[in-house]
């Protein structure tokens, strides 16, 4: 009598068993799942990014090609390779003109070239002279001949260009590069700088697939530059200095409700790059600060 009461007991305690395992995951779940409601306003930004991040590839773009070695505005090799070891993936990279008619990664053929090179005894070098040019920190220049070549080694990077003078010429003589080379995927990793609306139908015709507008020097009015954003359909980023981002937050709302990329230059303060990059479509150039980090 007392075998089948304990039998009884024990068949009852099987059956209620899942019962009992469900109940305590259920409660494990209600007490240790985050709220997304009881989240402050930054750690509700941050949740809302990581499930929507916007389609640009990169928040954080490597200000021609970085700092390396305790150099900036090198655009050099060393400098392209040390910051795509830590993490970057867009490099901003500054064109200028050789003498015989080459685009080269140099700001400019002043102060820049001057203090980089500053042995340099010629005003404006040939690209096989610049080339063969001794910069500082035995950094190795390069031209963008040389970009495009790195960039078929690392394929998941991207370069954006900054064209001193002539940029319709200069995409121009990058897309006949491109082209010669037989390596038209690039055109999806070169993201142009453009600097008027004029151009954007023209990039789009050589072949290029995104571009940012960038607003350095516009000499138009805030009012203007956002009619001008939203009469263009398919605007891909928008490149702003940090006064213009300070100073006018009604193009900041526009570019936002717009689901437009923006990236404000040059941010090398941490405190100023989470102002930035708090909010879900910002992003920055910078020489010093690591994506991650």
Same mark, same amino acid.
């Given at each position: 009598?007392?075998?089948?009461?304990?039998?009884?007991?024990?068949?009852?305690?099987?059956?209620?068993?899942?019962?009992?395992?469900?109940?305590?995951?259920? %409660?494990?779940? =209600?007490? !240790?799942?985050?709220?997304?409601?009881? %989240?402050?306003?930054?750690?509700?930004?941050? !949740?809302? !990014?990581?499930?929507?991040?916007?389609? $640009?590839? /990169?928040?954080?773009?490597?200000?021609?090609?970085?700092?390396?070695?305790? @150099?900036?505005?090198?655009?050099?090799?060393?400098?392209?390779?040390?910051?795509?070891?830590?993490?970057?993936? /867009?490099? &901003?990279?500054?064109?200028?003109?050789?003498?015989?008619?080459?685009?080269?990664?140099?700001?400019?053929?002043?102060?820049?070239?001057?203090?980089?090179? *500053?042995?340099?005894?010629?005003?404006?070098?040939?690209?096989?002279?610049?080339?063969?040019?001794?910069?500082?920190?035995?950094?190795? *220049?390069?031209?963008?001949?040389?970009?495009?070549?790195?960039?078929?080694?690392?394929?998941?990077?991207?370069?954006?260009?900054?064209?001193?003078?002539?940029?319709? &010429?200069?995409?121009?003589?990058?897309?006949?590069?491109?082209?010669?080379?037989?390596?038209?995927?690039?055109?999806?990793?070169?993201?142009?700088?453009?600097?008027? *609306?004029?151009?954007?139908? $023209?990039?789009?015709?050589?072949?290029?697939?995104? !571009?940012?507008?960038?607003?350095?020097?516009?000499?138009?009015?805030?009012?203007?530059?956002?009619?001008?954003?939203?009469?263009?359909?398919? =605007?891909?980023?928008?490149?702003?200095?940090?006064?213009?981002? &300070?100073?006018?937050?009604?193009?900041?709302?526009?570019?936002?409700?717009?689901? @437009?990329?923006?990236?404000?230059?040059?941010?090398?303060?941490? &405190?100023?790059?989470?102002?930035? %990059?708090?909010?879900?479509?910002?992003?920055?150039?910078?020489?010093?600060?690591?994506?991650?980090?």
């Amino acid at each position: 009598m007392k075998r089948n009461q304990t039998n009884k007991i024990q068949t009852h305690i099987w059956n209620a068993l899942p019962f009992a395992v469900f109940g305590i995951l259920l %409660l494990y779940v =209600i007490l !240790y799942t985050p709220d997304q409601a009881q %989240l402050s306003p930054q750690e509700e930004e941050s !949740y809302t !990014y990581e499930i929507e991040q916007p389609s $640009f590839p /990169c928040r954080h773009i490597a200000h021609a090609g970085g700092e390396v070695n305790g @150099i900036v505005y090198s655009n050099s090799l060393e400098a392209l390779n040390k910051n795509y070891r830590f993490d970057f993936r /867009c490099f &901003e990279i500054d064109g200028n003109w050789s003498s015989d008619g080459h685009l080269v990664a140099v700001h400019d053929w002043h102060n820049i070239f001057t203090t980089l090179f *500053p042995g340099a005894d010629i005003k404006i070098p040939k690209r096989e002279e610049f080339s063969k040019l001794k910069m500082v920190e035995k950094l190795t *220049p390069l031209s963008f001949h040389d970009i495009i070549h790195w960039l078929i080694f690392h394929p998941d990077a991207y370069i954006i260009t900054d064209i001193k003078s002539s940029n319709r &010429e200069g995409l121009n003589y990058l897309a006949k590069e491109i082209n010669r080379l037989n390596q038209t995927k690039l055109f999806q990793r070169i993201i142009p700088e453009v600097f008027t *609306p004029e151009d954007f139908d $023209f990039i789009k015709e050589l072949g290029f697939q995104k !571009y940012i507008f960038s607003l350095y020097n516009n000499p138009n009015t805030v009012e203007e530059l956002i009619l001008q954003i939203e009469q263009t359909r398919d =605007i891909y980023g928008v490149a702003m200095p940090l006064e213009l981002y &300070e100073n006018e937050p009604e193009l900041i709302q526009m570019l936002q409700n717009r689901n @437009i990329p923006y990236f404000v230059h040059t941010i090398n303060e941490v &405190e100023v790059r989470q102002n930035i %990059l708090k909010y879900r479509y910002g992003g920055i150039y910078t020489d010093i600060l690591f994506p991650g980090y």
